[in-house]
């Protein structure tokens, strides 16, 4: 764990423990994005070794000699040292990643009001006459609205979606009580993606582990760390047109040999031992994901 310490006071070799698949997984559990690489972390501040521990409670009483009252205290008490997970280092900054864009135009915009004469005017053409029965004239009639409300594709107006068009109410009654009608817009077929750099504020706390580590135990050790932070407010404060999942990520740095273990989900057979320890990096960075984790492989 010193030797990641010391990775990490070194920004050049800091830089490198963070590779691409590291960043990846560092933007991906902080936000709901399309982003892509290249990525390139940037470091506004980075602190080794925080401390995060919880507030401590003191309960007591006050009391009044000359009175004998007494009254009930209690008391938190935060930035006592020890007692806490061995946090690495704790960044904020941001991640600059690539974001795809793609571009088309309208090329046609169709509108259609269906009238109640029109609709009646079709269904004799085809039947002669309106059917007698009050059931098969409005069935004929809400076949032949489908077919002007979605003139490529009626089954996509489906009985529940008219039902909703109609509010509880017969063809005939929703016709006559004003406008109804469907608009198709066509777009052009994608132009090829553009890419543009977007920057990505990002908190980042660094939990450093050697091999033979609880895996158990540091999941409930980052949900802590990450916790308390969250709480003191350190995340970065990011724009409300960017979909943040969370303001706090945790980033573990783990010996590659701690892939060597089968026990690990991912890899197949007639894999080298190199390409297994990718495989199941890959595999495990898909679940931590969700727990906000992502992965630093140290060598």
């Given at each position: 764990m010193d030797k990641v310490l010391l990775t990490l006071a070194?920004?050049?070799?800091?830089?490198?423990?963070?590779?691409?698949?590291?960043?990846?997984?560092?933007?991906?559990?902080?936000?709901?994005?399309?982003?892509?690489?290249?990525?390139?972390?940037?470091?506004?501040?980075?602190?080794?070794?925080?401390?995060?521990?919880?507030?401590?409670?003191?309960?007591?009483?006050?009391?009044?000699?000359?009175?004998?009252?007494?009254?009930?205290?209690?008391?938190?008490?935060?930035?006592?040292?020890?007692?806490?997970?061995?946090?690495?280092?704790?960044?904020?900054?941001?991640?600059?990643?690539?974001?795809?864009?793609?571009?088309?135009?309208?090329?046609r915009v169709d509108a259609a009001w269906p009238a109640l004469g029109a609709i009646d005017a079709d269904i004799v053409a085809?039947?002669?006459?309106?059917?007698?029965?009050?059931?098969?004239?409005?069935?004929?009639?809400?076949?032949?609205?489908?077919?002007?409300?979605?003139?490529?594709?009626?089954?996509?107006?489906?009985?529940a979606r008219l039902d909703a068009l109609l509010a509880g109410r017969t063809v005939a009654e929703r016709l006559r009580g004003g406008a109804l009608g469907g608009v198709q817009v066509s777009f052009s077929a994608a132009l090829a993606p553009a890419t543009a750099p977007i920057t990505l504020p990002v908190t980042a706390v660094f939990l450093a582990r050697d091999a033979g580590f609880s895996l158990t135990g540091l999941l409930a050790e980052t949900r802590f760390v990450r916790e308390r932070l969250i709480a003191a407010g350190t995340g970065r404060a990011t724009s409300v047109t960017l979909p943040c999942r969370t303001p706090v990520v945790a980033i573990w740095v783990?010996?590659?040999?701690?892939?060597?273990?089968?026990?690990?989900?991912?890899?197949?057979?007639?894999?080298?031992?190199?390409?297994?320890?990718?495989?199941?990096?890959?595999?495990?960075?898909?679940?931590?994901?969700?727990?906000?984790?992502?992965?630093?492989?140290?060598s």
């Amino acid at each position: 764990m010193d030797k990641v310490l010391l990775t990490l006071a070194d920004p050049t070799a800091r830089t490198a423990l963070l590779d691409e698949p590291a960043l990846e997984a560092v933007v991906a559990a902080s936000y709901d994005i399309d982003a892509r690489a290249p990525y390139t972390p940037l470091f506004e501040e980075f602190t080794l070794g925080p401390a995060v521990t919880a507030p401590a409670t003191l309960d007591g009483y006050l009391h009044k000699p000359v009175s004998g009252e007494r009254t009930e205290a209690s008391v938190r008490i935060s930035g006592l040292s020890g007692g806490g997970p061995t946090v690495a280092a704790l960044w904020r900054g941001a991640v600059v990643a690539r974001t795809a864009r793609l571009d088309s135009v309208i090329q046609r915009v169709d509108a259609a009001w269906p009238a109640l004469g029109a609709i009646d005017a079709d269904i004799v053409a085809d039947l002669g006459a309106l059917p007698a029965d009050p059931a098969a004239l409005e069935a004929e009639r809400r076949t032949r609205l489908r077919e002007r409300l979605e003139p490529d594709q009626p089954e996509a107006v489906t009985d529940a979606r008219l039902d909703a068009l109609l509010a509880g109410r017969t063809v005939a009654e929703r016709l006559r009580g004003g406008a109804l009608g469907g608009v198709q817009v066509s777009f052009s077929a994608a132009l090829a993606p553009a890419t543009a750099p977007i920057t990505l504020p990002v908190t980042a706390v660094f939990l450093a582990r050697d091999a033979g580590f609880s895996l158990t135990g540091l999941l409930a050790e980052t949900r802590f760390v990450r916790e308390r932070l969250i709480a003191a407010g350190t995340g970065r404060a990011t724009s409300v047109t960017l979909p943040c999942r969370t303001p706090v990520v945790a980033i573990w740095v783990l010996p590659a040999v701690v892939f060597d273990d089968d026990d690990w989900p991912g890899a197949t057979s007639g894999m080298t031992a190199a390409q297994r320890r990718v495989a199941r990096r890959a595999a495990a960075a898909v679940w931590l994901r969700g727990e906000a984790i992502a992965l630093a492989i140290s060598s």
